[in-house]
């Protein structure tokens, strides 16, 4: 999927942390930025937003701030793979073939 740009930002002191994805960047130049500050520098330099083996293709760029992200209990989630296995693990997805009134 291709997007003229893509949507990752915040406005109030938001926690993003992005794990295994693959961000394609646009021809445009002033697309290339994945991450969108909705605040002054001064502000948003403390918000958490992370950026783990993600893949960054035609130079798309993720803006970092902020300090380490607060540390959870992370038995019961599923390790993320690096944004280099993106194809792999979707090479098998698409829309599904669903009729109204039948299970898909």
Known sequence: THWLMYAIGG??????????????????IAAKVIT????????????VWHTEDDLFMNGAI???????????????????KPGTYVTRLTRFSGTLSCCTGKPC
């Open 11 to 28: 406005g109030d002191a938001p926690t993003i942390i992005s794990q295994g994805n693959r961000y394609i960047a646009p021809p445009n």
């Open 36 to 47: 969108k500050h909705y605040a002054e520098e001064g502000v948003w330099k403390n918000w």
């Open 62 to 80: 993720f803006n970092p701030s902020g300090g380490a992200p607060k540390q959870v209990d992370t038995n019961e989630w599923v390790k993320p």
